[in-house]
């Protein structure tokens, strides 16, 4: 079945600092990759996403490329702010899975100023 | 754009009252709903899936019976917890889908059962 891996947290870093969280993924079709942020005690909200390979996906500084050679989905951000600080969930969905959702088990960011 | 709104996104309630959670889909039909549950410092657990006017087809490890799902429109999507205890707290949120739409999140419910 499908399923996400994403780096375990937390990841606490300087404000400027670069940040990566490694994402890889196993899928039976051709998912569309997603990666979503939750502020504390807020809901999801959809950081970026890619639909085919070697898209990229990008918003607010964040990046992600769709690698589907090493089957991976990096989030990627060149500096950082204190305001990054949050959980960061990749994700991924199919036709094959019925388009359900599933997440990686998210990784939490600290940013320090 | 599209939005999708969960109603209540807070309720706290006695143990072994029934709480229903709603979902809508604001300016979409959403053939396809989905529920998903997470408990603290965990990530979502896809818990059911509902098309309109069908059986939701729940995840293994679910119970049908504790958690009823009722999609009987094409903008709305019910989740009810019967008998709820104090396990059953968590953070449910829905989302909600279409053949023109992806899949957009509701803001979630927090469900504190004393």
């Known amino acids: 079945g499908n399923s996400v891996t994403q780096m375990e947290g937390p990841v606490t870093l300087s404000e400027e600092a670069f940040l990566t969280i490694n994402c890889t993924y196993t899928?039976?079709?051709?998912?569309?990759l997603f990666w979503y942020v939750q502020y504390p005690g807020e809901g999801l909200q959809l950081l970026l996403k890619?639909?085919?390979?070697?898209d990229k996906g990008s918003n607010k500084g964040f990046e992600a490329t769709y690698r589907k050679e090493t089957t991976s989905f990096h989030l990627e951000k060149g500096s950082v702010q204190v305001s990054d600080s949050a959980v960061y969930f990749c994700?991924?969905?199919?036709?094959?899975?019925?388009?359900?959702?599933?997440f990686g088990a998210g990784t939490r960011l600290f940013v320090k100023a | 754009g599209a939005v999708v709104s969960q109603h209540p996104s807070r309720v706290i309630c006695k143990s072994g009252t029934s709480v229903k959670i709603e979902c809508r889909s604001l300016?979409?039909?959403?053939?396809?709903m989905f529920w998903y549950r997470q408990f603290p410092k965990q990530s979502l657990m896809l818990m059911a899936t509902?098309?309109?006017?069908?059986?939701?087809?729940?995840e293994q490890g679910v119970e049908k019976d504790k958690f009823l799902i009722n999609h009987a429109s094409l903008t709305l999507s019910t989740l009810t917890v019967t008998s709820a205890h104090p396990e059953d707290s968590s953070f449910y949120i829905c989302?909600?889908?279409?053949?023109?739409?992806?899949?957009?999140f509701g803001d979630g419910t927090r469900l504190s059962i004393l």
């Open positions: 994700a991924l969905s199919d036709l094959t899975g019925g388009f359900k959702t599933i």
């Open positions: 899928a039976t079709g051709y998912p569309s």
């Open positions: 509902s098309n309109e006017g069908s059986k939701a087809t729940y």
């Open positions: 890619a639909t085919k390979a070697d």
């Open positions: 300016d979409f039909q959403a053939t396809t």
């Open positions: 989302s909600a889908r279409s053949p023109d739409q992806p899949q957009h």
